[in-house]
C-alpha cells in the first residue's frame, strides 16, 4: 500500500521523481538514448537509390535503372500490372489486384523503400549501392 | 553503489567509442539533387560544411530555375509568366518589329548564332517548329503522326540564326519561320554558369550534372571526381573515367526523348538538312578541357558529330576542334579517339569481352 502511494506521488511531481533516481536509472536513461539515437542514424539513413527491383512470386523479374524514363508491364497471377519509372522514382501505375493497397503506395523514392502487390505477387523494391563513379553521364 | 560509477565510465567511453568512429568515417561531401531546368540537377560540393554547402547549393539551383522560367521553349505566352524565349519567338513570327531583350537574351543569341555558322547550321537553335512537328516541345513524348508535307516546308523555310538581328539589346527576325529552342545550349550554358558563380565563392571542389551533362571542380577529396558514361541501350553506365578540374563532358543520345513508331525510333535530335530525327547513331560523347566555355561546348559540339553521317563525324568533331570523342552507332558499334580512349575504363561486361571498340584517326 505504501509502495503504491509512493509510486504515484513520483507521477506526479517530475521534480521528486527526479530526486529519486539511483545511478543505475540514469545509466540506463543516458545509454538508452545514445543506443537510439545510433541505431537511428544507422538504420534509417536514406541512401541514393539508383535502381528498382521487381520481383514476380519468388523470383526477381528484371532490374531497372531509375535514370530512364519507362513503362513496365508485369504479367502476374491475377492479371498485367502497369509500373512507371520516373525522374528517380518508381510506382504501381495500375494493378488488376481489388483493393489496390500497391497503387495507393504511390511513389517510392529512396533505397529500401518497396511496394507490394501481395494478390498479384509482384514487389518494387527500390536499391541503392556503392557506385565505381559520382555522377553519371547519359 | 561502488560499481555505478565504473559502469558509468565504461557506457561513456563505449558512447564515445561509437561517435566517434562515425564522425571520423564521414567525408566532407555534401550531395544534393533537384527536378529544376526540367531535368534532374545533381550537386556534390566536397571540403564544405553542411550549412555552406547547402546555402551554395540552392543559389545555384535557384539560378538554374530562372534560366528554365527565362529560355522556355514552349510555355504559351498566355501564361501567366510566359518565359522571354516565348516572347521573342511569339513576335518573330508576327513580323519585323523589334522586341527588346535582357542583355543576357542577346549575349546567348551572339554566342548561339556565331556556333550555329561555325557548325554550317549543323547545330541550329532555331527550327523550334520542326522540333514541335516532332512532338519534343512537350513534357513527355509519345509517337505522332508524321506529316511529311509540313516538314518538306518547314525545311525549305530554312529559318536560321543569321535570319535573326540583334542591335541594341533588340532582336528582330527577317524570317517568321525561326523559332527558338536553346535545348541544345541552354545546360552547358547554366553549367558554366554554376562552375563561375562556385569558383567566385571559393568552392575548391565540386561536381554538377544538369541532365547528365557534367563539369568539374577540383577532386573528390584525394582522388578525381569519377563519371560514368551511360550505356545507350542498357540502364548501367558502359565507362568510367576521372573528369579533372575544369574538364566537362556531354553526351547526345537517342535514348532519353524518343517515341517508336511502327518498330522504328526516333529521338528528338532533328537533322536541320531533312527535317527528320537522326537514325544512324546511338550516342556521341565529347570531352572537353579547361576552357571558358568548357560547359557550352560540352552541350553543343555533340549535336553536330551525331547528325553528320558516319564518314563526316570527324570532320564534324573538327569544328570545335574535339580531340576527345566517342560514337556509338546505331548497330551499336563503339569508335573512340585514342585520346578518349586512353582515358576511359570500360565497364559494361559486353564491350570487356568483345574489345571491338574501333579507334578513330582525327583528320
Same mark, same amino acid.
Given at each position: 500500500? /505504501?509502495?503504491?502511494?509512493?509510486? /504515484?506521488?513520483? /507521477? ?30 544507422? /538504420? ?95 | ?30 550531395? +544534393?539533387? +533537384? ?44 501564361? +501567366? ?283
Amino acid at each position: 500500500m /505504501l509502495k503504491k502511494i509512493a509510486m /504515484l506521488s513520483l /507521477l506526479r511531481s517530475p521534480k521528486t521523481a527526479i530526486q529519486h533516481l539511483l545511478i543505475g536509472d540514469w545509466l540506463t536513461i543516458i545509454f538508452s538514448t545514445i543506443l537510439v539515437i545510433y541505431l537511428f542514424q544507422t /538504420l534509417w539513413s536514406h541512401q541514393q537509390a539508383t535502381k528498382v527491383q521487381i520481383r514476380l512470386g519468388d523470383k526477381v523479374y528484371a532490374t531497372y535503372s531509375l535514370n530512364l524514363q519507362q513503362t513496365i508491364h508485369v504479367h502476374g497471377p491475377i492479371g498485367d500490372a502497369e509500373i512507371h519509372i520516373a525522374q528517380g522514382k518508381v510506382r504501381f501505375a495500375k494493378s488488376p489486384c481489388h483493393n489496390q493497397y500497391c497503387v495507393h503506395q504511390g511513389w517510392l523514392t529512396h533505397a529500401g523503400q518497396a511496394a507490394i502487390c501481395l494478390p498479384n505477387q509482384i514487389s518494387l523494391e527500390l536499391i541503392g549501392e556503392e557506385k565505381p563513379y559520382d555522377s553519371l553521364n547519359y | 553503489m561502488r560499481k555505478g560509477p565504473t559502469t558509468l565510465l565504461f557506457a561513456a567511453i563505449l558512447a564515445i567509442g561509437i561517435f566517434s568512429i562515425r564522425a571520423f568515417n564521414k567525408e566532407p561531401l555534401y550531395h +544534393s539533387q +533537384s527536378y529544376v531546368f526540367g531535368t534532374l540537377v545533381d550537386i556534390s560540393i566536397y571540403g564544405e560544411t553542411d550549412e555552406r554547402a547547402k546555402l551554395l547549393a540552392n543559389h545555384v539551383f535557384q539560378d538554374f530555375q530562372h534560366l528554365h522560367d527565362q529560355l522556355h521553349a514552349w510555355k504559351p505566352i498566355t501564361d +501567366s509568366h510566359p518565359s522571354e524565349l516565348g516572347i521573342l519567338n511569339n513576335a518573330f513570327a508576327q513580323g519585323k518589329q523589334p522586341v527588346t531583350i535582357s542583355s543576357q537574351l542577346a549575349n546567348m543569341l551572339t554566342d548561339t548564332t556565331q556556333l550555329s555558322v561555325k557548325s554550317q547550321g549543323l547545330f541550329n537553335p532555331a527550327i523550334g517548329h520542326l522540333i514541335s512537328t516532332w512532338g519534343f516541345q512537350r513534357d513527355e513524348f509519345s509517337a505522332v503522326n508524321i506529316d511529311a508535307e509540313k516538314i518538306k516546308s518547314l525545311v525549305k523555310a530554312n529559318p536560321r540564326m543569321t535570319d535573326i538581328v540583334i542591335q541594341n539589346n533588340t532582336a528582330y527576325s527577317s524570317n517568321p519561320d525561326v523559332k527558338l529552342d536553346l535545348g541544345g545550349y541552354a545546360k552547358g550554358y547554366a553549367l558554366d554558369m554554376a562552375a563561375d558563380y562556385l569558383r567566385k565563392q571559393q568552392v575548391k571542389n565540386a561536381l554538377i550534372n544538369i541532365g547528365g551533362n557534367i563539369i568539374a571542380i577540383g577532386q573528390h577529396g584525394a582522388k578525381p571526381w569519377r563519371v560514368g558514361i551511360q550505356h545507350p541501350r542498357k540502364p548501367a553506365a558502359i565507362a568510367t573515367l576521372d573528369l579533372n578540374d575544369g574538364w566537362a563532358i556531354g553526351t547526345s543520345g537517342d535514348y532519353q526523348r524518343y517515341f517508336t513508331l511502327n518498330g522504328k525510333r526516333y529521338c528528338h535530335i532533328i537533322d536541320p538538312n531533312t527535317g527528320y530525327p537522326v537514325q544512324h547513331t546511338q550516342a556521341v560523347t565529347v570531352l572537353i578541357p579547361p576552357q571558358t566555355n568548357a560547359g557550352v561546348l560540352s552541350d553543343v559540339a555533340s549535336k553536330p558529330i551525331f547528325i553528320a553521317a558516319a564518314e563526316n563525324k570527324s570532320k564534324a568533331a573538327s569544328i570545335f576542334g574535339i580531340q576527345y570523342f566517342m560514337v556509338i552507332d546505331q548497330q551499336s558499334n563503339i569508335f573512340v579517339t585514342k585520346a578518349l580512349a586512353q582515358k576511359l575504363n570500360w565497364v559494361d561486361p559486353d564491350v570487356k569481352k568483345d574489345s571491338h571498340v574501333k579507334l578513330i584517326t582525327l583528320p
